[in-house]
């Protein structure tokens, strides 16, 4: 089997428990029991060590400081729902939850937009120099953007006209220009795998290239789109280098840079309640997310890995 | 119609394009230039130095102690991920009880398994560490991991962790192995399912048992996949900069015990402003990655295992 097909099929969502084709049975099955329960028994270990941790902040976010601190393990004897309206608040997680939804929202649209647009071109136009960009986007993919931060810094600080640091849109464009890449070379995968003749039909018919694009192809791409969103908006959402580097006013902070701050100053201002609730505040939307879209979700991260 | 057909591609592609070269190729180009200037301040001009910079890095007794931990996580922590998600998909994917009409199964409620083990891929890095930081807490009584020692009748076993020189990286480590396992999990569960099912009846008919089916079928079948997913492993563990951030003490101690790369350029950069000196470091980050990257995929291949 070939890298390519490998990495087809492990890009698919297709189910991962074996073909159910009926066949006779061959043999006895005496050896599956005994590997059964210890494969449970491992399974479960490890699903323990992974969802108490969890769940450990989702039970904190209702204890006081102080019972969070003396008896870790404890479930919470009252319910403490002003944690909730502290991180909200004095904590100013409100804020920054605003301040990451604005930066995310106006990001996930606009590489959507951007990147359909760029992938339809070079998927489906043949001129010079379309092979060059796209591996001038593609190539994105593999600068460590640690090496990035320092220019882009002053890329953002000298901007013509005024500085894009801790500003909106500044952060929108970057995360934008750094989602393109995968972007770009994810659409441009599915704007090929999309049947030809009915762009062909709408031009015949007398539709402009811009209107084929928007009322025929992004509706048909529907599926890509939505896993290429989906991939963005956790990519974005849990940013932590870039706001670091370009966004240090604290008014603008996003919920990642808040929580670190709030975690850091923890052993001055010990309100550990308040630090829980506000992990809870920056999960809850990616929590939604990966439940109602689980599927996707798994499938479109491993691929966007798989680059 | 030709006519249309270019204005269209140059207005699709002028937008994104120009926010990629800008946020994205100038900032690549720019950190080369930096890197061979003695910037240092925010003020001020930059002169050119040739590779001063470089030489100073090689000098380096700090830059070295924290590419030798780099090294180190890359040695352990994908060997210990990739070792564990091939488990753990093996298990979910032919360690069930065999069922009548089929000759290998996974266990029951694998979906569920998956939905909980991918889970930390989903949140941010930074509430991965804030709760790490907590479970690692030193005190006897409060600490998470200490208590629960103290519990289980292993109080021998308690320590300061991240507080503790020699264990520290380790600590931090096995956060990494911790949030990146489920993925593999996933991944390598998609590939499994892409198995056909015969080899595996085949096999079994002829006598094998399920540590053969894995060593003989299912690993020279996955190699690709897991090659692929060795060098995506191998770049976090170049990276750990949020974990070590918020996770040790003093920012990369105690007493620079658990120093990165990625640490040591940011702090150069926008602690010390050293802006030429950290550019130097970027590339030299670039340099270990690529390298890491190619060798990897040349030292895999050669042993890739025909069948």
Redesign the interface.
């Known amino acids: 089997?070939?890298?390519e097909e490998?990495?087809a099929?492990?890009?698919?969502d297709?189910?991962?428990?074996?073909?159910?084709?009926?066949?006779?049975?061959?043999r006895k099955?005496s050896?599956?029991?005994v590997?059964?329960v210890?494969?449970?028994g491992?399974?479960i270990v490890?699903?323990l060590?992974?969802?108490v941790?969890?769940l450990?902040?989702a039970w904190s976010a209702f204890k006081d400081s102080n019972g969070i601190?003396?008896d870790?393990?404890g479930l919470p004897t009252v319910l403490h729902w002003e944690n909730w309206s502290n991180a909200w608040e004095d904590a100013n997680m409100g804020q920054y939850f605003v301040n990451t939804a604005i930066i995310v929202g106006g990001s996930v649209i606009g590489t959507m937009v951007?990147?359909s647009?760029?992938a339809?071109?070079?998927a489906r136009?043949e001129?010079p120099g379309n092979r060059f960009?796209y591996y001038?986007?593609v190539a994105?993919m593999s600068?460590?953007v640690?090496?990035?931060?320092?220019?882009?810094?002053?890329?953002m600080r000298d901007f013509p006209g005024s500085s894009l640091l801790a500003t909106y849109h500044g952060l929108i464009?970057?995360y934008?220009?750094?989602s393109?890449?995968f972007t770009?070379f994810f659409m441009t995968a599915f704007f090929r795998t999309l049947p030809a003749t009915v762009a062909e039909a709408a031009l015949i018919d007398g539709a402009?290239?811009?209107r084929t694009?928007f009322q025929v192809m992004l509706p048909m791409a529907k599926p890509g789109l939505i896993s290429i969103g989906i991939f963005n908006f956790?990519g974005q959402?849990?940013q932590?280098?870039l706001p670091?580097?370009l966004n240090q006013q604290e008014d603008k902070y996003v919920?990642?840079q808040g929580?670190?701050m709030i975690?850091?100053q923890q052993g001055y201002e010990n309100d550990w309640g308040a630090?829980m609730a506000g992990?809870m505040i920056?999960?809850l939307p990616?929590l939604v997310?990966?439940a109602i879209f689980?599927r996707q979700?798994?499938?479109g991260?491993?691929a966007g890995?798989?680059k | 119609m030709q006519h249309g057909k270019y204005r269209f591609i140059v207005g699709f592609l002028a937008l994104p394009l120009i926010v990629y070269a800008i946020f994205v190729i100038s900032p690549f180009v720019q950190a080369f230039q930096i890197s061979m200037t003695n910037w240092s301040g925010l003020v001020g001009t930059a002169e050119f130095v040739g590779l001063e910079n470089f030489q100073r890095l090689w000098e380096s007794s700090d830059f070295w102690n924290a590419l030798r931990h780099n090294v180190y996580m890359l040695a352990l922590v994908p060997v210990v991920t990739l070792g564990l998600g091939l488990f753990f998909a093996f298990m979910l994917n032919v360690g069930g009880k065999r069922r009548k009409n089929e000759v290998i199964a996974g266990v029951g409620g694998s979906k569920m398994y998956k939905f909980v083990f991918f889970f930390p891929q989903v949140i941010s890095v930074t509430i991965i560490a804030v709760i790490w930081f907590n479970i690692y807490n030193p005190d006897p009584d409060d600490g998470m991991l200490n208590s629960f020692l103290g519990f289980i009748g292993l109080d021998g076993l308690q320590n300061s962790w991240l507080g503790e020189k020699s264990l520290a990286l380790w600590c931090i480590s096995a956060v990494m192995v911790w949030g990146h396992v489920g993925f593999y999990v996933v991944l390598f569960s998609a590939a499994m399912a892409s198995i056909p099912r015969d080899i595996y009846e085949a096999a079994l008919l002829d006598g094998a048992s399920r540590f053969h089916t894995f060593f003989r079928i299912t690993l020279p079948l996955l190699w690709d996949t897991v090659q692929t997913g060795w060098v995506y492993m191998g770049i976090i563990a170049l990276d750990a900069f949020a974990l070590v951030q918020i996770m040790s003490v003093n920012m990369g101690g105690p007493d620079g015990a658990t120093d990165v790369m990625p640490l040591r350029l940011y702090l150069t950069a926008f602690r010390d402003s050293q802006f030429g000196y950290a550019s130097a470091m970027g590339v030299a980050m670039l340099i270990v990655t690529m390298t890491f990257a190619v060798l990897t995929m040349r030292f895999a291949r050669r042993e890739r295992i025909e069948y």
Do not use: C
């Not at chain 1, 099929?9 to 698919?12: I, M, P």
């Not at chain 1, 640690?146 to 890329?155: E, R, T």
């Open positions: 089997m070939t890298t490998i990495e099929v492990a890009k698919q297709g189910p991962a428990t074996p073909d159910r084709t009926p066949e006779p049975a061959k099955s050896e599956g029991g590997l059964n210890f494969s449970h491992i399974l490890w699903g060590m992974v969802g941790p969890l450990w902040v601190l003396t870790p393990w951007l990147g647009m760029a339809y071109v070079l136009f001129f960009i001038l986007f994105g600068f460590p640690f090496m990035l931060v320092i220019p882009l810094f002053f890329v464009l970057v934008i220009a750094y393109l890449p770009v402009s290239h811009s694009f956790l959402w849990n932590y280098l670091m580097v919920l990642t929580l670190a975690a850091l630090l992990m920056a999960m990616v997310v990966y689980q979700v798994q499938s991260l491993t890995a798989l």
